[in-house]
């Protein structure tokens, strides 16, 4: 373990500086919270240090963008409702995912960005923060982390942990890297018995428990109000078709996909919510390409005339305009993609989901929905045509398809307080 570690250590600065450029395009596109990003290399005001320090002690709550973030939020509440007297950090990776966390955490929570992974940066937020124990979000594996935690003497948890087929090859074939760090963990909790048996034949003697998805229990805000489409779209009543969460290719697709629906459903308008938002301008070249009269939320507050489109560039909405919508598309599963992205958020909002047929990152909860009958699924890119035209033709349809949905989400409910549970007993 110390040789792999004194490995990573040395190899680690020469592989950042190849990232660098990078994660600082990332940091100048992407929106967010930025005022405090040195903390990223363990730097902290003199007033936060004092602050964080006066918290040691507390529980750590690691996530890494806005969809962990979210997740995060939700259990640190319960948690902190259940013990009001235990301290809470929450901290983010992405500046996204620090906004988020900075305005919709709850009083007296600390909220920082986690350190890069070398052991300089983590070593000085280790030991400022010196926490009683460390939870991370779904599968942030890094080494420095996981042994600056021990060193300070706190327990470690790895929760919502989800594991792939394609990660757990990866993770096996360097298993005498990583089956001692996961040994480290006093406790894996992970979504599923399928995600389970990936992370012990990855390593046989790891703390793995199977508990559920989080996001099972996410709760929609009672205040929720849905985006105002009309300031983009005209007065209504409109049919809004919802592309979530896409990536490189299925803009164009749905787009299409639109354009040839519309004149059989005039009601009809479209809005785009992409993956990373600053692949806005990107999109909104292929929009123009399309002929499609759009806005980006981005940069207009309401469009000076009704618009057929509308790019939603932006970050942290994802509800708001789900609740929108009548029809979901959620991406990463088609025009070549695969992978998939999870199905819970709109069928807690009782949407009719539309998604490609495998989703190799959310088997289960499309198991779920599938023999629930609660989702529309797509074996190819021609067929997105069909099955949208048959659920924009009948209302009743799309209303039973969410309704099933939101009720097969409803029975899986309950792993915030199993999890809260565990996480007690590793302090």
């Known amino acids: 373990m110390r040789f792999m570690l004194l490995i990573y250590h040395i190899l680690f600065p020469i592989g950042f500086l190849l990232f660098l450029p990078g994660l600082l395009y990332k940091l100048w596109r992407r ?93 000085r937020t280790m030991t400022l923060v010196q926490p009683s124990l460390l939870v991370i979000l779904e599968t942030e594996i890094w080494p420095a982390l996981i042994y600056e935690a021990k060193r300070v003497g706190c327990s470690l948890a790895l929760v919502n942990a989800r594991m792939s087929d394609r990660s757990s090859r990866g993770y096996y074939r360097f298993r005498k890297f990583f089956r001692p760090l996961l040994e480290e963990f006093d406790l894996i909790a992970t979504q599923s018995e399928a995600d389970a ?12 428990v199977p508990v559920g998805n989080l996001k099972f229990d996410q709760p929609v805000p009672a205040d929720l109000q849905p985006v105002d489409l009309n300031r983009y779209f005209g007065p209504g009543p409109h049919l809004i078709l919802l592309g979530a969460s896409t ?26 919510v992409p993956r990373h938002a600053e692949r806005g301008s990107e999109i909104a070249a ?19 005339e009704p618009v057929d489109c509308l790019l939603a560039d932006t970050t942290g909405e994802m509800l708001k305009l789900m ?54 699924l797509v074996e190819n890119d021609d067929r997105l045509q069909p099955v949208l035209t048959q659920l924009f033709a009948d209302a009743a349809q799309r209303r039973q398809l969410g309704e099933r949905a939101y009720a097969a989400v409803a029975r899986h409910a309950g792993a915030t307080a199993k999890v809260i549970k565990l996480l007690e007993e590793t302090l």
């Open 247 to 272: 990536h490189p290719g299925e803009e164009e697709l749905i787009a299409s996909v639109f354009r040839n629906l519309q004149p059989a459903f005039p009601p009809l308008r479209l809005v785009l």
């Open 197 to 208: 048996e990936r992370f012990r034949h990855v390593s046989p003697a790891a703390a793995v």
């Open 31 to 123: 929106p967010g919270w930025k005022t405090t990003f040195a903390e990223r290399f363990g730097h902290f005001s003199p007033e936060r240090r004092a602050r964080l320090a006066s918290g040691r002690g507390a529980i750590w709550l690691h996530s890494v963008s806005v969809g962990e973030t979210v997740i995060a939020l939700a259990l640190l509440k319960h948690y902190q409702a259940t013990y009001p007297d235990h301290k809470f950090v929450l901290s983010t990776t992405t500046t996204t995912g620090q906004a988020l966390a900075r305005s919709k955490a709850p009083e007296g929570v600390e909220v920082i960005f986690c350190p890069i992974d070398f052991f300089p940066f983590v070593r």
């Open 286 to 304: 292929m929009l123009q390409k399309q002929s499609l009269k759009f806005a980006r939320r981005s940069r207009e507050a309401a469009a000076a």
């Open 323 to 376: 609740a929108a919508a009548d029809v979901v598309v959620m991406g990463k599963s088609l025009a070549g993609q695969d992978e998939g992205h999870n199905l819970i958020e709109p069928a807690l909002l009782a949407k009719p989901i539309v998604t490609g047929s495998v989703l190799r990152n959310f088997r289960f909860i499309l198991q779920i929905l599938t023999e629930a009958d609660a989702v529309r």
